[in-house]
């Protein structure tokens, strides 16, 4: 099967149901690693209910998943797909507990040429289910590896967000711990990649990696100490996927602050290499 070209982008999976208790927010809280300081002052609004559960914006990546185009449908090879970027607008604060609807689709397409590869970005938008109003756009961006050359456009003319050229003007430190992905797959994504050291090795890794949405919300994790710890003031949060983390390891995310924008890096220092590059918080 071979991308349909520009039939994809009339692919739909609307009017899914999705709903979750504060047992799944700090669940997640503690799957990108909130919690280690059980008296953390910063973390503990975050997995303790009492006396109001905080929710982490970028829980919104996992509360519906399951919905969207299927990589089958798109016709490209599972496989050699790799998660290139996050993208969520916040329009309302995420609750403690709620239920929306999922509609999702292919919004764009592009041809980097015969094996070269193709991108591809899906969009599913979360409407409260009691009101119908939005509470995220999240847009997912896929890299599929082994399936350029089917004839669309080349690229969007927008160049990717990039840090300022000057020093951060602050840099903070999140260890993983070495169980993080088996804590963190209990929100969703089941993937043997991040589980199974023979699906590992077969993908070329030494051993099972972090998720990639892992450290998206450990990114958010830093951007919320520059908030003062506010997650109602993130109204949207971007990353692009530059290198795996493996678990157990330090993450080093390094921020700018230029008014309502947030740019931030984030490195592993003891390999020496950038796992997130472009990020980009709006502050509201």
């Given amino acids: 099967m071979a991308i349909n070209y520009p039939g994809m982008l009339d692919l739909r999976d609307d009017g899914r149901r999705f709903a979750w208790t504060d047992r799944e927010a700090m669940l997640y809280a503690v799957g990108i690693g909130m919690g280690q300081d059980p008296i953390s002052p910063a973390d503990l609004p975050y997995v303790f209910e009492q006396p109001s559960l905080l929710v982490v914006p970028t829980f919104a990546a996992v509360i519906s998943w399951g919905a969207g185009i299927k990589a089958d449908q798109l016709g490209v090879d599972y496989t050699k797909m790799l998660h290139g970027e996050e993208d969520i607008v916040f329009h309302r604060p995420i609750p403690a507990s709620s239920s929306v609807i999922a509609d999702s689709g292919v919004i764009a397409a592009y041809d980097k040429g015969e094996g070269k590869g193709a991108v591809i970005v899906r969009e599913t938008v979360l409407r409260d289910e009691t009101d119908g109003a939005p509470l995220a756009t999240i847009h997912r961006t896929a890299f599929a590896r082994a399936d350029g050359g089917f ?68 990114t958010c994790r830093a951007v919320l100490a520059v908030t003062g710890n506010d997650p109602a003031a993130i109204r949207r949060h971007a ?46």
């Fill in 239 to 284: 990353v692009r996927f530059s290198s795996p983390v493996l678990p157990g390891e330090t993450i080093e995310v390094r921020l700018w602050r230029d008014g309502h924008i947030v740019s931030f890096e984030a490195d592993v220092p003891t390999r020496g290499v950038t796992v997130i590059k472009n990020g980009r918080s709006e502050l509201g």
């Fill in 151 to 218: 004839g669309g456009p080349s690229g969007p003319t927008t160049p990717p967000h990039a840090a300022p050229d000057r020093a951060p003007d602050q840099v903070l430190s999140f260890e993983t711990r070495p169980e993080q992905a088996l804590l963190y797959r209990l929100s969703g994504d089941r993937n043997p990649l991040h589980v199974d050291p023979a699906v590992a090795a077969r993908a070329g890794f030494s051993r099972p990696i972090l998720h990639g949405l892992c450290t998206y919300g450990i």
